[in-house]
């Protein structure tokens, strides 16, 4: 069966900080991958999105990258994170016409 | 580009009433999907709606897609503690299996026993 590994679960990391979230599936290949930010108590902003290895489409721009270094691994990295760069973000695999499976998410609380 | 409006945003209930959301979109879509989220964890994919006026039932869970394809619904019959969360309905406007989804704001149910 098909699972996705995201971690770590929270992190609390100083303005100006780097970032690395690193996403891994498995029991499937080449997936559609997706990383999403939801602020508190609101909805899902699509952040990037992968249809392959070194594929990456971005939604919004902003303080944020992603890279896909091998079929089943997505990374979300910053250089220098921002106090709005705070939220729960989460990876998910899968395709819009068949629904989609999400980790277990990361809270980042810059400071 | 394409919105996906999801109302109400809160809504409180007493354990054993009945919970609507309802979900419009700016575009037809191609199919529509409802995901639960509860405190604290992620969404959950609950099920996908495909064709024009399309009713499917989970238990006390009802979805419904309106004819046109630009509006949804979840109804929850009988509400228990454990339906506490956050749903979401998603859509997809059409094009390759990859087209994106784009998510409503969801809506947050409480329920008081």
């Known amino acids: 069966s098909q699972t996705i590994h995201q971690w770590p679960a929270t992190l609390v990391q100083p303005v100006g900080s780097p970032l690395s979230l690193e996403c891994t599936v498995e029991?499937?290949?080449?997936?559609?991958l997706y990383w999403y930010r939801q602020a508190a108590g609101r909805g899902l902003q699509l952040l990037f999105y992968?249809?392959?290895?070194?594929?990456i489409s971005s939604e919004v721009p902003q303080n944020l990258s992603a890279s896909r270094p091998q079929d089943r691994q997505f990374i979300l990295s910053s250089k220098k994170l921002l106090l709005s760069d705070s939220g729960f973000y989460l990876c998910?695999?899968?395709?819009?016409?068949?629904?989609?499976?999400f980790g277990s998410g990361t809270r980042l609380t810059v400071v | 580009g394409q919105q996906v409006m999801q109302i109400p945003q809160y809504q409180h209930v007493q354990e054993g009433e009945d919970f609507t959301t309802y979900c419009n979109s700016s575009?037809?879509?191609?199919?529509i999907q409802w995901y639960k989220q509860r405190p604290g964890g992620h969404p959950v994919f609950l099920i996908q709606l495909v064709k024009s006026g399309e009713v499917k039932k989970q238990k006390r869970l009802t979805f419904q897609f309106g004819e046109a394809k630009k509006n949804s619904s979840l109804h929850i019959t009988a509400t228990q503690t454990t339906d506490v969360g956050t749903y979401f309905c998603a859509g997809r406007a059409g094009g390759t299996s990859y087209g994106k989804l784009t998510f409503g704001q969801g809506t947050i149910l409480t329920v008081h026993p």
């Open positions: 575009t037809t879509l191609s199919n």
């Open positions: 992968s249809v392959g290895i070194g594929q």
């Open positions: 029991g499937t290949s080449n997936p559609n």
């Open positions: 998910a695999w899968g395709r819009a016409n068949y629904g989609y499976t």
